[in-house]
């Protein structure tokens, strides 16, 4: 199985650019969540989605919004991405809230000019 | 929302010595901790689970307590080993409900031959 998987892997973009970072898992997890993770600063959740259609925020959404049309796939879009957006993205998934582990991607490292 | 705090960005130790990690939280006493390891450029892999009613766990060197009253688990390697360095994340749920796990700052551990 190829678990979580994130793309790209790195990713250069200008002030005020649009983007989507793709997020798709294969083990039919309904629990879904971004993160952010700068230094000093850890990990922090953007946005989770429990299931196909829903979705919410987490400690740090502005600035991204999230979709969960299938099981599989979670993106993540920058609708104007801004130089205090430059951070690697993880995302994870898990098969439920009650301490299953949960399965990170090998993140995504986003530079904002 | 729950806060975490890890009570130290580094640790340096010896091989063969233990290591002893600090995960303290406020708020409402969670329903579990997960402790998760990552290592530079790798998305967190999970490492332990700990429900509220248990007050410890082991996993060949790895042992966890979890203290609901102080409101603290800690993180304990024994005989440690050079490829145990890495940062250790103490993860806890989000809300009462599980739907996503919010992380602390990690602790970064050095083990020296």
């Known amino acids: 199985n190829a678990g979580v998987t994130q793309t790209p892997k790195f990713q250069v973009l200008k002030t005020g650019q649009s983007m989507t970072l793709q997020c798709a898992q294969d083990?039919?997890?309904?629990?879904m969540s971004w993160y952010r993770q700068d230094p000093g600063m850890g990990l922090r959740l953007i946005h989770y989605?429990?299931?196909?259609?829903?979705?919410d925020q987490g400690e740090v959404p502005n600035g991204y919004n999230v979709s969960r049309s299938t099981t599989e796939d979670f993106p993540l879009r920058l609708l104007s991405a801004a130089p205090s957006q430059t951070s690697v993205y993880f995302c994870?998934?898990?098969?439920?809230?009650?301490?299953?582990?949960?399965?990170f991607g090998q993140g995504t490292r986003l530079t904002v000019v | 929302s729950q806060k975490i705090e890890q009570n130290s960005e580094a640790l340096n130790i010896q091989e063969g010595k233990t290591a002893t990690l600090t995960c303290n939280y406020t708020?409402?006493?969670?329903?579990?901790l997960q402790w998760y390891r990552q290592d530079p450029g790798r998305g967190p892999v999970f490492l332990l689970l700990?429900?509220?009613?248990?007050k410890e766990k082991r996993k060949e060197r790895l042992k966890v307590t979890f203290d609901t009253t102080l409101k603290q688990s800690l993180f304990h390697i024994t005989a440690s080993q050079p490829a145990d360095s890495a940062t250790y994340l103490c993860?806890?749920?989000?809300?009462?409900?599980?739907?996503?796990?919010?992380f602390g700052k990690g602790t970064t551990l050095s083990v020296s031959s």
């Open positions: 993860a806890l749920p989000f809300n009462q409900a599980g739907t996503a796990l919010i």
């Open positions: 708020n409402y006493s969670p329903a579990y």
């Open positions: 700990i429900r509220e009613n248990e």
């Open positions: 994870a998934s898990s098969y439920d809230g009650a301490g299953t582990e949960a399965f």
């Open positions: 083990m039919n997890h309904e629990y």
């Open positions: 989605s429990v299931g196909a259609g829903i979705t």
